[in-house]
C-alpha cells in the first residue's frame, strides 16, 4: 500500500496549483479516493473525493466547490486535485486517501479512510 503526494509549495492567491497523488495499483484499485488538508491549529478538513466507477460524484468540501477540481489518471495510478483561484485559507497540508470498500455518502466526508499518504505543504500567500 502506498499513497505519495507531491506538487505542493508556495503560490500567490488566485493562482492555479496542481496536486498529485502517486498510487500502488493495489492502492489505486481502492473503492474511493479523496483529498484532506489540514492547515496548523485545526482539524482535518475534507477536500474532495471520487469513486472508481459509478456511484455518484465526485465530492467536494463547501470551501473549494467551484475552484478545486479532482480527478485520476487509471493508466498511470495517479489522482489529481486541480486547484484554481487559491487564497490564504487554502493554506495547509494536503494529504491523499483510499479506501478499499465502497463508502456511503455520509462517510465520504469522514476522514476515516483505509490508507493514507503523506502530505504535501501548499502555502497560499496574500
Known amino acids: 500500500v502506498q499513497l505519495q503526494a507531491s506538487g505542493g509549495g508556495l503560490v500567490q492567491a488566485g493562482a492555479s496549483l496542481r496536486l498529485s497523488c502517486a498510487a500502488s495499483?493495489?492502492?489505486?484499485?481502492?473503492?474511493?479516493m479523496a483529498w484532506f488538508r489540514q492547515a496548523p491549529g485545526k482539524e482535518r478538513e475534507f477536500v474532495a473525493a471520487?469513486?472508481?466507477?459509478?456511484?455518484?460524484?465526485?465530492y467536494y468540501g463547501d470551501s473549494v466547490k467551484g475552484r478545486f477540481s479532482i480527478s485520476r489518471d487509471n493508466a498511470k495510478n495517479t489522482l489529481y486535485l486541480q486547484m484554481n483561484s487559491v487564497n490564504p485559507e487554502d493554506t495547509a497540508v494536503y494529504s491523499c486517501?483510499?479506501?478499499?470498500?465502497?463508502?456511503?455518502?455520509?462517510?465520504?466526508?469522514?476522514?476515516?479512510?483505509?490508507?493514507w499518504g503523506q502530505g504535501t505543504l501548499v502555502t497560499v500567500s496574500s
Open positions: 495499483a493495489l492502492t489505486f484499485s481502492s473503492s474511493i
Open positions: 471520487i469513486r472508481r466507477s459509478g456511484g455518484g460524484g465526485p
Open positions: 486517501a483510499a479506501n478499499r470498500n465502497r463508502l456511503p455518502l455520509s462517510a465520504v466526508t469522514r476522514p476515516r479512510y483505509d490508507y
